[in-house]
């Protein structure tokens, strides 16, 4: 079957900086993204990799490793409003999204 | 700059009775989805449309029908709502199957 892991929550403190670990089990595979959801609100895109490597927007990476299954979610400068969880989703061959149940992170002062 | 309006916003309905959800996009997207969202489930997908005038079921359709008649709206309807039915409903578009996806700000249902 198809699946999606990622940590159900995670604490971290303001200015540090924090990876959030997505692993992915999908029939083909045609990307990976990231949402951010706030509490109460709807996702809104962070990132889309299809190929190996690191992309870089700003406080925030997100990496790709196709062989490995691995995906993760870089957060630097931590700041009070990036409390949020956070969704991975991978394309499968038929280009649909399979998505995870998000990690929820915590910010501390 | 509108995006996807979905209506209502929250909704409390006793159980056995129709709702339907409204869901409306300015952008123009071919794409259009509608998704349930459970405490501690990742978003799970009821039904899509790649384009107007077709449709096609996503991982959990049952109790639940939708139609694509135009390109902006794609309402989602509950025949005869049941409890489990209870969830926060989003409603997202894409102007290409698998592409970045943009939501509604979702409709709280409660059937009791």
């Known amino acids: 079957g198809q699946n999606i892991d990622q940590p159900t929550e995670m604490t971290a403190t303001e200015g540090a900086i924090v990876q959030i670990n997505c692993t992915y089990q999908?029939?083909?595979?045609?990307?990976l993204f990231w949402y951010q959801q706030h509490a109460g609100e709807a996702p809104t895109f962070l990132s889309y990799?299809?190929l190996d490597g690191l992309e870089e927007k700003g406080r925030f990476s997100s990496f790709l490793s196709r062989s490995k299954g691995y995906s993760y979610l870089l957060l630097k400068e931590l700041q009070m409003k990036d409390s949020a969880s956070y969704l991975c989703a991978a394309v499968d061959s038929n280009y649909q999204l399979i998505w995870g149940a998000g990690t929820k992170l915590i910010i501390k002062p | 700059i509108a995006g996807i309006t979905q209506a209502p916003t929250s909704q409390i309905l006793a159980a056995g009775r129709r709702m339907t959800l409204r869901c409306t996009q300015d952008m123009r997207h071919n794409a259009m989805y509608w998704y349930r969202q459970d405490l501690g489930l990742g978003l799970r997908l009821i039904h899509y449309s790649n384009t107007a005038g077709t449709t096609g079921k996503g991982e959990v359709p049952d109790g639940y029908s939708v139609s694509r008649a135009n390109t902006d709206d794609f309402p989602l309807t509950l025949a005869s709502a049941v409890p489990s039915q209870t969830s926060v409903y989003f409603c997202?578009?894409?102007?290409?199957?698998?592409?970045?996806?943009?939501f509604g700000e979702g409709s709280r249902l409660t059937v009791l």
């Open positions: 999908t029939s083909g595979f045609n990307g």
């Open positions: 997202a578009s894409s102007d290409r199957g698998a592409g970045e996806l943009f």
């Open positions: 990799n299809v």
